[in-house]
């Protein structure tokens, strides 16, 4: 979501005046900076399009972040409306983004964090960035647990996210496969900080007749705990005939 934050950033300085410009010329200062954000190289090797009237908007296709024939994500195509008048005050609500066909690569260490080097300080301020609806479809997530080297693959992603601001809270809905079976989800979260936040996760699984619930906390392992989760599980069978 810093990516979007960003290229509105860029679309302001590059776009006063006209109503509508050929981004490829920005192509390579929105890669750089985009690629500082991310800790990450991010290439553009499709198209890329902006304009400012009657609303801010951009649409990148074939977007790719990480090393070149290893990306750890590539996007389809990324497309996004944002309301003027707040981006003229310096914050930025976005009421629509689109993310065709995303996959994401994503490695957790030993103690279950994400392998990514986030830079300490982003240059987009999250609590200025409000996220109405984001909507991806047909995404693929990959995630490898190098703890017991196993993979799991949620593949045919369908659903929306939305955020009172980048810090939370965070509302998600989706369905999907994984390992062959049709699961629906939804995430929602407090306020995103260091120390930690609190999340609630339900998960059905229709054809197996089970939906799983959990409460809890990710926060930091401490003196008390070494690990990253601590909450409470729940599953139980679901009516087959519903």
Excluded: C, H
Aim: glycine share 10%.
């Amino acid at each position: 979501m810093f990516i979007g934050g960003l290229i509105l950033l860029v679309l302001l300085a590059a776009l006063i005046g006209p109503y509508f410009v050929d981004w490829g010329n920005y192509r390579d200062r929105f890669e750089t900076e985009a690629g500082r954000i991310l800790g990450q190289e991010v290439r553009v090797e499709g198209t890329a399009s902006a304009r400012l009237i009657p609303f801010p908007s951009v649409t990148f296709t074939d977007v790719r972040v990480g090393p070149t024939g290893a990306a750890n994500i590539s996007i389809e195509e990324f497309s996004m409306d944002a309301e003027l008048a707040p981006f003229l005050r310096g914050e930025i609500l976005i009421f629509d983004m689109r993310l065709v066909s995303p996959v994401i690569r994503l490695d957790l260490d030993e103690q279950g964090r994400p392998v990514w080097d986030w830079p300490s300080q982003a240059p987009v301020d999250p609590a200025q960035i409000t996220l109405e609806n984001a909507e991806f479809s047909d995404g693929t997530l990959l995630l490898r647990d190098r703890k017991d080297n196993r993979q799991w693959d949620f593949v045919g992603l369908n659903g929306t996210a939305s955020a009172d601001n980048l810090f939370g809270p965070w509302r998600i809905e989706g369905d999907g496969l994984v390992r062959g079976s049709y699961f629906k989800a939804s995430i929602t979260t407090g306020l995103l900080n260091r120390s930690g936040f609190s999340t609630r996760v339900t998960a059905e699984l229709p054809e197996n007749n089970i939906l799983i619930t959990t409460d809890g906390r990710i926060a930091p392992p401490n003196e008390e705990t070494d690990r990253w989760y601590s909450g409470a599980f729940n599953l139980k069978p679901t009516d087959s005939q519903q």
